[in-house]
């Protein structure tokens, strides 16, 4: 929390530096996200993958993971979901928007395998064959959108529109909201059951607490690294499937804008918890939605967003060690009182 | 196109070898980009832009060493966030100082900035040798910064430091060598480097400032220190066949072979899976890579 607002006010201070309105910039951000039925609407829309992503972060943090890959598999998850809703004709709606969606997910799913696959059989380290599959997925969609998917007759680089009935239902009149918020909601629920509730989400947080105690306990170490990074791309393939399906209608290069990323920022500052993911992901959500009027009355550029974002991770990042280390300094404190009793001159010693 | 995957991987390769993974580079190489344009614009010099380049990617490196080596922050966590924070900051100062415009910014005033006499002889240079020479200016300049860092990293006392305390810093501290101070010092170093490697690309290829104009090369770079296998000769060999793919890939575009050049731009991605994979004969990272150290 105290992250958070450390964080507004240095960004706030950056937009007085710039010689602008701080007051005006922030009317016009909450006016922006929260101001009218289609701001709140645009705000619930910029949360949706944010959620995606966070769960692609949080899933693998648990398991003692790091996925920086969530920006590939999203790019991924909208690929399978467009061809889906490209290539099957004749379905009715709401079959065709499972099919498409779970076609998101499992693509966006084995690109995550992919990396855990790798680390299991190779030892080879996720943080950077996640990186490097960012860009691999990212070229790929480049090429086939302006190859093999290519809308005829080619004048710009984007795949054919997708079939009408594998577009994600638009239930708010007058907005573009779709039901893949719903989508979002259900996976934050189904992320706290998995971890929670289930014995392979169990298994997830001992290997990911402590991977040498989870095998000496019987477990696979490995299978949940594989099952995670599945669950976990799977996730972040699902941002990229809802915003195809939802939003774009077709597949086009570089359609993500760095979504994948802030699953970063989403997971850190919600600790990885599902509540945490959610206000994270509305927070973020309404910030991103209300910078375009913020940039458009206030003259604030968008980009301020980034810093706003980059400086809670980087706090987040710096203050949880703050955390630790003061909880640390208060158990050696009480292991001096616990002593103190009995030995009262004895040098305490604490590990 | 090799150059500056091979400038800033050298920086990295240190810090690397010292167990700090910076997945960072990225944004300091683009903080380095900015600076160097701000700051030749400013000081009237290229020279001084690449210094202005190499101070901003000092201490964008300083603010990473503090938190990870320093507070003990997870090294990832924070260089992705340094990543963000370059993309934010240097899009907010680009446009507040070369205005608001989404288009890259009128080039006029760059034109004009006035190159120093030594970047005016490689060109020179260059028209005389023919173009398959002017390569091999980079080639020479490269083959230059390789062996020294062999020999600091391989055959000094600081470079044998560099290398222990990215295996096991514990034995380090027992043995009085001061860990926090050898990660300062290389996160800084390549920090340097990264900077100057921004600098070469708004100065010496572009001689303007673009939004998030680094592409992915700070990865690259990193990318290059991992297929070098952490040796200096191995970023030299990484650095220049990516870079040779960069080029190939503008001229197979400009061809029209009918070669996907996507699958040119992928090439240095896949083969760094491979390598860390295995496939490329045995690469083992320094031991004690992405693990903060802390004292007890």
């Given amino acids: 929390m105290a992250s958070v607002l450390l964080a507004f006010v240095v960004s706030g201070v950056i937009i007085h530096l710039c010689g602008l309105d701080v007051i005006s910039a922030a009317k016009n951000m909450i006016e922006g996200s929260l101001g009218s039925k289609n701001a709140i609407a645009e705000s619930l829309l910029k949360m949706g993958p944010l959620i995606f992503t966070g769960l692609a972060y949080a899933l693998a943090a648990r398991c003692g993971l790091v996925n920086i890959g969530a920006e590939g598999q999203l790019y991924i998850g909208g690929l399978t979901a467009a061809l889906v809703g490209i290539y099957i004709p004749n379905l009715p709606a709401p079959l065709h928007q499972l099919f498409a969606v779970l076609a998101g997910f499992v693509g966006g799913g084995l690109w995550g395998f992919l990396s855990g696959w790798l680390k299991v059989r190779f030892g080879s380290s996720e943080v950077i064959t996640t990186i490097m599959l960012n860009y691999v997925a990212q070229y790929l969609i480049n090429y086939l959108v302006s190859g093999p998917l290519e809308e005829p007759p080619g004048t710009f680089p984007q795949s054919r529109p997708i079939v009408e009935s594998s577009q994600l239902t638009r239930f708010l009149p007058g907005t573009r909201l779709h039901i893949g918020i719903f989508i979002a909601l259900l996976c934050l629920v189904l992320f706290y059951f998995f971890l929670w509730k289930t014995t392979h989400g169990y298994e997830t947080r001992v290997v990911g607490a402590n991977p040498e105690a989870a095998s000496y306990a019987g477990m ?19 941002a990229g499937a809802t915003d195809i399906l939802g939003i774009q209608w077709r597949l086009m290069p570089n359609f993500s804008n760095g979504a994948g990323f802030d699953g970063i920022a989403v997971a850190l500052l919600g600790h990885n918890t599902p ?23 206030s003259k604030v550029p968008v980009s301020i967003v980034n810093i706003l974002q980059a400086l809670v991770v980087l706090f987040v990042a710096a203050s949880n060690i703050v955390f630790l280390i003061a909880r640390r300094r208060a158990i050696a404190r009480a292991a001096r009182r616990d002593s103190a009793p009995e030995e009262p001159n004895a040098p305490s010693e604490i590990p | 196109m090799a150059m500056p995957i091979l400038i800033a991987g050298m920086g990295f390769l240190f810090s690397e070898r010292a167990g700090v993974v910076n997945i960072g580079a990225e944004g300091i190489m683009l903080f380095g980009a900015l600076a160097g344009v701000v700051g030749a614009l400013y000081l009237n010099s290229a020279w001084l832009g690449l210094l202005a380049a190499m101070l901003a990617g000092l201490l964008v490196a300083a603010i990473f060493a503090l938190l990870t080596v320093s507070l003990h922050a997870d090294q990832i966590v924070v260089g992705a966030g340094i990543n963000i924070l370059a993309a934010g900051l240097t899009t907010t100062v680009n446009r507040i100082v070369f205005g608001m415009n989404a288009t890259p910014p009128a080039i006029p005033s760059f034109h004009v900035l006035p190159f120093p ?25 490269a083959l230059f910064i390789a062996p020294l860092s062999q ?43 990264g ?19 680094t592409a992915g090369r700070g990865f690259i770079a990193l990318a290059a220190v991992v297929f070098g296998k952490y040796t200096p000769y191995g970023v030299l060999g990484a650095a220049l066949l990516f870079g040779a793919g960069l080029s190939l890939e503008s001229r197979l575009q400009a061809l029209g072979t009918g070669i996907p ?36």
């Fill in chain 1, 220 to 238: 696979k170490p490995s299978s949940s690294v594989l099952l995670c990074m599945f669950l976990a791309g799977g996730c972040a393939g699902l």
């Fill in chain 1, 275 to 297: 509540l945490g993911i959610f206000f994270a992901a509305a927070l973020f959500g309404i910030v991103r939605s209300g910078a375009n009027l913020m940039q458009m009355l």
């Fill in chain 2, 117 to 141: 006499d030594a970047l005016a002889r490689i060109s020179w240079l260059g028209e005389i040798l023919s173009t398959i020479f002017s390569q091999n200016i980079l080639v020479y300049l």
């Fill in chain 2, 151 to 193: 020999y600091f990293l391989f055959h000094t006392e600081i470079g044998l430091k560099i290398r222990a305390v990215g295996e096991y810093p514990k034995a380090c501290d027992t043995v009085g060598i001061d860990v926090v101070r050898v990660r300062y010092g290389t996160i800084l170093f390549s920090g340097l480097l």
């Fill in chain 2, 195 to 213: 900077g100057a490697a921004g600098a070469y690309l708004s100065l010496g290829v572009l001689s303007f400032f673009m939004e998030s104009m």
């Fill in chain 2, 261 to 296: 050049y996507q699958f040119i731009l992928m090439a240095p991605y896949i083969l760094t899976i491979l390598t860390l994979a295995g496939f490329v004969g045995r690469n083992k990272g320094p031991a004690a890579s992405g693990i903060p150290y802390i004292k007890e």
